[in-house]
T-cell receptor, first 116, second 114 residues
Framework: AQKITQTQPGMFVQEKEAVTLDCTYD???????LFWYKQPSSGEMIFLIY??????QNATEGRYSLNFQKARKSANLVISASQLGDSAMYFC?????????????FGSGTRLQVQP | EPEVTQTPSHQVTQMGQEVILRCVPI?????FYWYRQILGQKVEFLVS????????KSEIFDDQFSVERPDGSNFTLKIRSTKLEDSAMYFC????????????FGDGTRLSIL
């Protein structure tokens, strides 16, 4: 079974609108972390936001927020007020367990295109 | 802001040749990783490294691969005898202590095997 599932291969959004990118995960660990990364066409991987499994509040970082629904095992990324520069691939990733040395498992990504 | 640096940005190598990809992690980070991304596909974990030894490795990281931290700053990935299917973007990452700490990625090395 896939550990991270991103069901939207591609999404379009109008500039200045909000968009939600879906991510569901599968783990039997009680302790885990969820991360979102942005990959522009230039190829680098940029960390956006983190949510811990024990965090009671949804994470926010500027225009990015994470809609964390633990019972449903979902960690959707919400981008508010989309900008043209937000056009990129977005990857959801999970680290299981409590050790910082554990690997990230990535989803297949969602390509977001922001239209003027 | 400190960043992970990778060299070269692009490496073209004949099949069967050895290749070494180099990375300089962020200086106060303790954990180091290599990932790869075949064109158009998801990012896949290869290996993690902590306290001068491999912490974890994936099925992809077979005997053809090795990692080394030859000095206090560099972290290298060696592929002994490259295959066509090794063509991919290779990312180095590093992180601080703590499971909540994100892994910071370098810009990647695009490896092309001919």
């Amino acid at each position: 079974a896939q550990k991270i599932t991103q069901t939207q291969p591609g999404m379009f959004v109008q500039e200045k609108e909000a968009v939600t990118l879906d991510c569901t995960y599968d783990t039997s660990d009680q302790s885990y972390g969820l991360f979102w990364y942005k990959q522009p066409s230039s190829g680098e991987m940029i960390f956006l936001i983190y949510q811990g499994s024990y965090d009671e509040q949804n994470a926010t970082e500027g225009r990015y927020s994470l809609n964390f629904q633990k019972a449903r095992k979902s960690a959707n990324l919400v981008i508010s007020a989309s900008q043209l520069g937000d056009s990129a691939m977005y990857f959801c990733a999970m680290r299981e367990g409590t050790s910082g040395r554990r690997a990230l498992t990535f989803g297949s990504g969602t390509r977001l295109q922001v239209q003027p | 802001e400190p960043e992970v640096t990778q060299t070269p940005s692009h490496q073209v190598t004949q099949m069967g040749q050895e290749v070494i990809l180099r990375c300089v992690p962020i200086s106060n980070h303790l954990y180091f990783y290599w990932y790869r991304q075949i064109l158009g596909q998801k990012v896949e974990f290869l290996v993690s490294f902590y306290n001068n030894e491999i912490s974890e490795k994936s099925e992809i990281f077979d005997d053809q691969f090795s990692v080394e931290r030859p000095d206090g700053s560099n972290f290298t990935l060696k592929i002994r005898s490259t295959k066509l299917e090794d063509s991919a973007m290779y990312f180095c990452a590093s992180s601080e202590e703590g499971s909540e700490q994100p892994q910071h990625f370098g810009d990647g090395t695009r490896l092309s095997i001919l």
